[in-house]
């Protein structure tokens, strides 16, 4: 009965298993992370002192967006639907996912997506350089020509998305073992499974929104030519709404990750399950009407102003308690930390310290002075990097194990940690006080009074990569021997996955599992 | 291990001496330049000075519950650790405790919200302007237009690219001066109408707290009234193109004499410049004339020698030498092909252009003689 994968390169072809799918997700991501982190290099190099020295404000544009794209795109998401297929079967006991060959589609079409994205950057012209958030008229009119295979690959990435999050759905609905019920699902599943349905909802307007683009830049339409009768505001508005849920399909899978291994390290159970679901419920309702905080100084009405901006402070509620819940986890536990632990302590801290930012920039007056600024870089970086990046690195410390049969090395994770956690606070944390002071966002140069922190930061920036290096040699490392792992892995964690042996075989759950 | 944490901590302390000595030498560098390097300016508006008040108080309430959540964690992090022999509780829910931490931010919320709402109201509130200047956003400079009073001009980087190129020392206000900056007067309330010419753009002046989105399509209001006489620097905020770091905004708010004195100068210069509309030059003093907004306007593309770059070469170009009124149609419209050559009907008066033109045509070993007075050049305009 047991059948292993086949042999050579028609494995990963053809593959409909899901741990293949996630693995090549997982390995995906990663070469797209470094790739954005280079990208994210130069960007610093330029920034390491005032003045033109290393790139032209064009190409430097064009690091910029390409940075932003590729991490948002590349890295976060396909590192979480990686994730995703790897253990959403196995947490809720099923074989595998709802539509298998529909997931070996939607993870191959992603290499090409970007194959076609990252050679604009050989192009006449050079590549997309209006920014990830891609403003018209800079990116219609104005765009240089790759932007028609920017939209065409973007136009694919959601396919990509879409596809995937409609198995995730499918998977979740159809294929629980018999007494895991909805909530008895872990977290993981539960936020995978509304940020699955954010995907859907949103995706289809980014598609929109670049098809907009595309019809007035090659079939004569105005959608967002002012001379044509047409409207750049509304760009920002289909834009955002798009853009806004997204920022959380970034982090609620996060959440998720978190919430598995607080418990397990703090050795307690979570603290307030229904209410951590009710909270991401309410976060991802809320992430629909808060899009136009990106926009306060566009000229909205006042009214608009208002809404906008009490719409976004009521964010805070449910995220403070994820917070407090995580903390009250760890309240009179029996606490250990190994790396997973120390990615999500770390998660919880900074994450929180880029909830206070986004708190002061939902001050919608407070919001002129510092909208496009580096207080703003900082701000979503402190979330998206701790929030992402580390949740991302929790989870693969936390379950390599598991997927490979061998423990990593505990001493380089934990040092891995430690450089990243102070690469990542040296990066962002002066871009606070940068911004603060007057230093707009997408600049390749500035005045010398913003010299010292912008070093600063660049320094930071060199350490976080090699970090990263780390990360992949640890991972390689492991994959390829180490000391055996238990089933079980950690002291008595919960959860379907580890009742089956480490490496997971092939095929698990086979038959399903009885939940009490 | 042990011995690797240690290590660590060793590197970790150096390295935040490292820091801090760091960011105090930069703390008494600002203290010279009278602004501060980690913090936003009050600003000399009294809605900068409000939106300040409620930055500072946003973040001391960060700070409070950052306090509060921060060091509950880390005490279970230190006293509830298994190497302390902590057992574990096995607690998991607790309904009041959800209550209290939802309807305690709550409140805490609407405190905050109360003076945002009502410094938004005072930001927004445009009417009764002594004085309105539209503001006009160009791919990479800006346009100031005194509304009623006849006196426009552009205001542009005047960094030299040598300080840009790291080939001269770069001066205190590197990026952050203008040729021309606006001028405005203290306490009058100023009205600003802000739009733009092509892409998106962002005015933004830190110690007015004013930063509006300019848009093609839209006139955006703000405003100000500055109480403190001085120059204020600030930035494009929007990415724009190539140029977005380099289109720096200074406003020089005088007392209201010396204002209306500028103005009545500046008012003059307008004259005097149209005046010369009328006027026949000799191929000398267009030649001279031609070569200063050449060298101010063509060079960066076009070259010092008419060799072309960015750009075509002028010298040799066939439309240099050929049709003058075709020449004129590429300066005064721009290229329909190319976006990168601006059309020039705004940016330079009819005198300047007909300077230009014959300056090109003649220049280079161009030598076809041609003289281009102002007087066709506004025929040109005006479709004769």
Redesign the interface.
């Known amino acids: 009965m047991a059948h292993g994968p086949a042999k050579g390169f028609t494995r990963w072809l053809y593959t409909t298993n899901h741990k293949d799918i996630g693995s090549m997700y997982l390995w995906f991501s990663f070469a797209m992370f470094l790739l954005g982190g280079v990208f994210a290099l130069v960007i610093r190099a330029e920034l390491f002192e005032?003045?033109?020295?290393i790139v032209e404000?064009?190409f430097f544009?064009q690091m910029t967006t390409m940075h932003g794209l590729v991490m948002v795109f590349g890295a976060v998401m396909p590192a979480f639907v990686g994730l995703a297929n790897w253990m959403i079967p196995m947490m809720v006991g099923a074989p595998d996912m709802a539509l298998p060959r529909m997931n070996n589609w939607s993870f191959w079409i992603l290499p090409f997506a970007f194959m076609m994205m990252i050679s604009t950057l050989f192009m006449d012209g050079g590549g997309p350089?209006?920014?990830w958030t891609f403003?018209a008229?800079?990116s219609t009119?104005?765009a240089p020509p790759s932007v028609t295979f920017f939209i065409f690959a973007v136009h694919i990435m959601g396919a990509s998305s879409i596809m995937g999050a409609i198995n995730i759905i499918a998977t979740i609905f159809n294929m629980r073992a018999p007494g895991m019920t909805l909530m008895k699902m872990p977290l993981f599943v539960w936020t995978w499974l509304i940020t699955a349905y954010l995907l859907i909802a949103v995706m289809p307007v980014l598609a929109g929104v670049v098809t907009m683009m595309l019809m007035d830049i090659h079939f004569g339409t105005s959608f967002f030519d002012?001379?044509g009768g047409?409207?750049?505001?509304l760009f920002q508005h289909v834009f955002w709404f798009f853009g806004h849920p997204e920022v959380y399909i970034m982090i609620l899978p996060a959440f998720g990750i978190v919430s598995a291994i607080i418990p397990t390290f703090?050795?307690?159970?979570?603290?307030?399950?229904?209410?951590m679901v009710y909270a991401t419920a309410s976060i991802a309702f809320l992430s629909f009407i808060v899009w136009a905080h990106h926009m306060f100084?566009?000229?909205m009405p006042?009214a608009g102003?208002?809404f906008f901006?009490?719409a976004t402070?009521?964010i805070?509620?449910p995220t403070?308690?994820k917070?407090?819940n995580w903390?009250?986890?760890?309240?009179?536990?029996?606490?250990?930390?190994e790396t997973p632990m120390l990615f999500s302590?770390a998660f919880?801290?900074l994450f929180?310290?880029g909830g206070?930012?986004g708190?002061?920039l939902a001050?919608?007056?407070?919001d002129?002075?510092y909208?496009?600024?580096y207080f703003v870089v900082a701000h979503f970086h402190y979330v998206l990097v701790p929030g992402a990046i580390f949740s991302i690195t929790a989870g693969v410390y936390y379950w390599l194990p598991k997927w490979c049969g061998n423990m990593y090395n505990e001493?380089m994770g934990?040092?891995q940690f430690?450089l990243a956690f102070?690469g990542l606070n040296?990066t962002f944390f002066p871009m606070h006080?940068?911004g603060?002071?007057?230093m707009?966002?997408?600049?390749?140069?500035?005045?010398?009074?913003?010299a010292?922190?912008n070093m600063?930061s660049s320094c930071g920036a060199f350490l976080f990569g090699a970090a990263q290096i780390m990360l992949l040699y640890n991972v390689i490392a492991t994959i390829r021997g180490g000391k055996k792992a238990t089933a079980e892995v950690w002291d008595n964690p919960e959860g379907l996955e580890w009742t089956v042996p480490s490496p997971a075989p092939y095929h698990t759950f086979t038959t399903p599992p009885e939940v009490k | 291990m042990v011995n690797v944490i240690s290590r660590l901590t060793a590197w970790l302390s150096s390295s935040t001496l490292c820091l801090s000595s760091l960011l105090l030498s930069s703390y008494a560098l600002a203290q010279e330049a009278g602004r501060s390097t980690i913090n936003m300016p009050v600003g000399v508006t009294p809605i900068s000075t409000e939106v300040y008040g409620l930055h500072m108080q946003m973040f001391w309430w960060c700070v409070g519950i950052g306090v509060v959540v921060f060091g509950v964690m880390f005490y279970s992090m230190i006293v509830h650790r298994k190497s302390n022999g902590a057992k574990a509780a096995n607690f998991h829910d607790s309904t009041t405790l959800e209550i209290l931490w939802t309807v305690i931010p709550l409140v805490i919320l609407v405190v905050m919200a109360f003076p945002a709402t009502s410094t938004l109201i005072k930001l927004y509130d445009t009417s009764e302007s002594d004085v309105d200047v539209v503001i006009t956003g160009y791919q990479w400079y800006w346009k100031y237009e005194y509304l009623g009073e006849e006196v426009s001009f552009f205001s542009r980087l005047s960094t030299p690219q040598e300080q840009i190129r790291n080939q001269a020392t770069k001066g205190e206000h590197y990026l952050r001066e203008v040729d021309e900056p606006l001028v405005i007067p203290v306490n009058k309330k100023i009205r600003f109408l802000v739009t733009s010419n092509d892409v998106i753009h962002a005015w933004w002046v830190p110690d007015l707290a004013v930063k509006r989105d300019a848009i093609p399509g839209y006139v955006n209001e703000s405003w100000a009234k500055v109480n403190k006489p001085g120059v204020y620097r600030g930035v494009c905020a929007e990415l724009c193109g190539k140029d977005h770091g380099f289109m720096p905004i200074v406003v020089k708010a005088v007392p209201e004499e010396e204002y209306t004195v500028w103005l009545a100068d500046r008012r003059e210069q307008a004259e005097k410049i149209k005046a010369l509309t009328g006027k026949t030059f000799t191929l000398d003093e267009l030649m001279v004339q031609g070569k200063q907004v050449y060298t101010k306007a063509c060079v960066a593309c076009h070259g010092v020698n008419g060799e072309g770059g960015v750009g075509k070469a002028i010298a040799g170009s066939p439309i240099a030498t050929g049709d003058i009124a075709a020449h004129l149609d590429i300066v005064v419209n721009g290229s329909k092909v190319n976006l990168a050559m601006a059309a020039y009907k705004d940016t330079l008066s009819e005198v300047d252009t007909a300077a230009v033109l014959t300056y090109q045509r003649n220049a280079f070993g161009n030598n076809t003689g041609d003289v281009v007075q102002p007087i066709d050049v506004l025929n040109f305009k005006q479709g004769k």
């Open positions: 005032p003045g033109l020295q404000p064009e544009n350089n209006f920014g403003y008229p800079l009119t104005y002012a001379a047409g409207d750049p505001v703090a050795r307690k159970p979570l603290f307030g399950y229904s209410s100084t566009v000229g006042i102003e208002l901006m009490y402070m009521l805070a509620v403070g308690v917070v407090f903390v009250t986890t760890m309240f009179r536990g029996s606490m250990t930390f302590i919880v801290i929180t310290i206070f930012s708190l002061m001050i919608a007056p407070a002129f002075q909208h496009d600024t001493t934990k040092t430690w102070i040296v006080f940068v603060l002071a007057g707009q966002r997408r600049v390749p140069d500035y005045n010398q009074f913003f010292d922190f600063i």
